[in-house]
């Protein structure tokens, strides 16, 4: 079984500071909260750095003590001491839980935000975009890589500030016990400096190899689950199983290779240090016999120098989680980069806030941004509360035509127009709430049949509801499930029927009360006496509106008021039923064959 060759979404590599720039309007937006977790950051590390100037004091009095029999040290003072250093660790350790809980409540804040951005940009979306992404790449993005993400806004930036500040702190604190001890401990930082550049490069491509790996994977499990009952009706399960295998150590091979990467640098960020440590021990002894600082100091120092390891430790973290979080904000950023297709542009006409209905095509030429021409010089007017159908062979053109009528896809300027101003004029939000629309595969939501018939009504009523569901023939239905309209559906509607789902779908077009409605072989799925009882309950509910309809059957189609026929993208025939059948052309032809197809049928 050949595997799915998949296309990624680009992402332009930039520098991880550069990437996270992005990031700028949700700092600035709790930017008093994260001031006030920095001051404790410095105030953390203050207390901290008082523990070791204790020690000095506690072993420099008792050297002294040692050398002047005059001199005593009581129980008192080192009691005195002890609670003090106690004292001191306790309000630090206060305070540096209160700056983790508030970094960390920030950093779920901004990744709230960040992910209601993210959703609301992909609803701007235009639906031509989503026909060559994957549903699992942008679940990945939703979800790892904003996880990712907070990762830098919590942990990293936590760490950053207060490795920063405390190796800042027991600089100047070293320098003034000995510079030259000081000068020895940093010898390791050059070299680290070098290891960390080398590193982050090497760890920022190796996460997005990891990340696209990990779309790949969650794109195959999303299809497989969807298209369960294809795989299971072909039995392929096992074919399937050793396709997610593959997936899926491919996905664990690209972390062994960053895992590999990291433990040949991590051990670096302890080896260099402990040598200088070393050397420190040395010199820092003889120091001492030499008198040039006090036992109490020298203690002191390599009490910091010790503490000191613990930001060179967690360096390799710090570089680890914000390459992996840049990494993931370019991919988020070449989602948040993309422009919608369609939009409201500078000429719309704000006043506009209702439509009647009439609709006009004006030498409408279409083409999919692949090239392929769809539609050729369509000129046609439907007046405001006619039914206009639509007849034609599969790829002709009909799907296309009434696409652009919303706006799904984008027809060029001054071709189409509806009550004589051009579509691109009338704001989207007043276009799409006056139009109806049943696709020819309708999409039910994973929710109660209600909610799913209400979908486009604000403050539904359970009258309207059902008067609906009779006008689109499922209110007897509904009745006899044993849940009602409470019936909870499954995913894209699975637990009901096709004709069900269709009249669901077209339940919901009508609740709206649309100016337009557009049916697309709404009846594909449904027998023509039930057909026959929907195209009579519509009549009714459709008086004053306009109804474009799309169907094979001719029986759906000949009570309109106006009939087209198109053939490879072209108007061919048009006219009302009899004047087609007159004509004796595609029309008559296809009403001949459906004919001789019921004779046929009943024998």
């Given at each position: 079984?050949?595997?799915t ?8 590599r930039k520098?991880?500071i ?6 700028k309007?949700y ?12 001051i ?7 207390l901290?750095?008082i523990g070791?100037?204790?020690?000095k ?5 008792l050297q002294?003590?040692d050398?002047d029999?005059n ?11 002890a609670?003090?250093?106690f004292g001191v660790?306790?309000v ?8 983790r809980r ?6 779920r804040q901004m ?6 951005d993210?959703?609301?940009h ?6 031509s975009?989503y ?5 699992g790449?942008?679940?990945?993005r939703?979800?790892?890589?904003l996880n990712?993400?907070?990762?830098v ?6 760490y950053?500030a ?7 702190l ?6 003034h016990?000995d510079a030259t001890?000081?000068l020895?401990?940093?010898?390791p930082?050059?070299?680290?400096a ?7 490069k ?6 997005e190899r990891?990340?696209?790996?990990f779309?790949?994977m ?9 298209g ?7 039995t ?6 050793e ?12 972390n ?10 991590f ?6 240090p402990?040598?200088a440590g070393?050397v ?5 002894g003889l120091?001492v016999?030499?008198?040039k600082?006090?036992l109490?100091d020298?203690i002191?120092f390599?009490a ?36 919608p297709?369609?939009?409201d542009g500078?000429?719309?006409?704000w ?5 009647e209905?009439?609709?006009e095509f004006?030498?409408?030429n279409?083409?999919y ?7 050729k010089?369509i000129n ?6 006619t039914t206009?159908?639509i007849?034609?062979g599969?790829g ?11 706006r799904?896809r984008?027809?060029?300027r001054?071709?189409?127009f509806?009550?004589g ?16 629309f049943v696709?020819?595969?309708p999409f ?7 909610n799913?018939?209400?979908y486009?009504?604000?403050t539904?009523?359970d009258?309207?509801i059902r008067e609906?569901?009779?006008?689109a023939d ?8 044993p849940?009602?309209?409470q019936?909870?559906l499954?995913?894209r509607?699975?637990t ?12 919901r077009a009508?609740i709206?009360?649309?100016k337009i ?6 009846f ?9 009882t929907i ?9 004053g509106?306009t ?5 094979h059957?001719i029986?759906t189609v000949?009570?309109a008021?106006?009939i087209?026929?198109l ?10 039923h009899?004047q ?11 009403y001949?064959?459906q004919l001789?197809?019921?004779e046929l049928?009943?024998?």
């Amino acid at each position: 079984m050949q595997h799915t060759q998949y296309r990624f979404i680009g992402v332009e590599r930039k520098n991880p500071i550069r990437s996270l720039l992005g990031l700028k309007k949700y700092v600035k937006r709790y930017r008093y909260a994260i001031l006030f977790s920095f001051i404790l950051v410095v105030l953390t590390n203050g207390l901290l750095l008082i523990g070791p100037q204790i020690l000095k004091t506690v072993f420099d009095e008792l050297q002294q003590a040692d050398r002047d029999p005059n001199l005593t040290v009581s129980r008192d003072r080192i009691l005195f001491l002890a609670a003090f250093f106690f004292g001191v660790a306790l309000v630090g350790g206060i305070l540096r839980f209160v700056q983790r809980r508030t970094m960390q409540g920030v950093a779920r804040q901004m990744e709230f935000h960040l992910r209601a951005d993210f959703f609301l940009h992909l609803q701007k979306l235009s639906a031509s975009y989503y026909d060559n992404v994957r549903t699992g790449d942008l679940m990945t993005r939703a979800t790892s890589d904003l996880n990712a993400i907070r990762m830098v806004l919590s942990s990293a930036i936590i760490y950053t500030a207060d490795a920063t500040v405390f190796f800042g702190l027991a600089l100047v604190i070293m320098l003034h016990i000995d510079a030259t001890l000081t000068l020895v401990a940093l010898l390791p930082f050059p070299i680290l400096a070098i290891i960390i550049r080398l590193l982050a490069k090497r760890l920022h491509a190796h996460y997005e190899r990891i990340q696209e790996a990990f779309s790949t994977m969650n794109t195959k499990v999303q299809e497989n689950l969807s298209g369960v009952r294809v795989v299971k009706a072909y039995t392929l399960e096992a074919d399937e199983v050793e396709n997610f295998k593959e997936l899926n150590q491919e996905f664990v091979n690209r972390n062994h290779k960053q895992i590999r990467l990291m433990n040949f640098f991590f051990p670096l960020f302890r080896f260099l240090p402990g040598i200088a440590g070393v050397v420190v021990l040395w010199m820092g002894g003889l120091h001492v016999i030499q008198d040039k600082i006090t036992l109490g100091d020298f203690i002191a120092f390599s009490a910091y120098l010790m503490m000191l390891r613990r930001p060179m430790i967690t360096l390799g973290f710090i570089v680890n989680t914000f390459e992996r979080g840049a990494a993931s904000m370019d991919r988020i950023n070449a989602i948040l980069s993309e422009e919608p297709e369609i939009y409201d542009g500078e000429d719309v006409k704000w006043d506009i806030k209702d439509i009647e209905g009439e609709i006009e095509f004006r030498n409408l030429n279409f083409s999919y941004p692949d090239g392929q021409s769809v539609l050729k010089s369509i000129n046609l007017k439907i007046k405001q509360g006619t039914t206009l159908a639509i007849v034609g062979g599969t790829g002709s053109g009909k799907s296309s035509l009434v696409n652009l009528i919303p706006r799904i896809r984008q027809a060029e300027r001054g071709t189409i127009f509806i009550d004589g101003v051009d579509i691109q004029d009338i704001p989207l939000n007043v276009l799409r709430s006056n139009i109806g629309f049943v696709e020819q595969e309708p999409f039910l939501f994973s929710d109660y049949l209600r909610n799913n018939i209400a979908y486009g009504v604000d403050t539904p009523n359970d009258e309207e509801i059902r008067e609906a569901a009779h006008s689109a023939d499922l209110l007897s239905q509904i009745e006899e499930f044993p849940d009602g309209l409470q019936t909870l559906l499954g995913e894209r509607g699975i637990t009901i029927s096709g004709g069900q789902r269709q009249r669901s779908a077209l339940a919901r077009a009508i609740i709206i009360k649309p100016k337009i409605l557009i049916l697309d072989d709404a009846f594909a799925n449904v027998d023509t006496q039930t057909e026959d009882t929907i195209l009579s309950r519509l009549a009714e509910i459709m008086k004053g509106r306009t109804t474009i309809l799309i169907s094979h059957r001719i029986s759906t189609v000949k009570a309109a008021d106006h009939i087209i026929v198109l053939n490879d993208g072209s108007i061919v025939e048009s006219g009302t039923h009899e004047q087609l059948l007159e004509k004796n052309g595609i029309y008559a032809g296809i009403y001949e064959t459906q004919l001789l197809q019921d004779e046929l049928e009943e024998l």
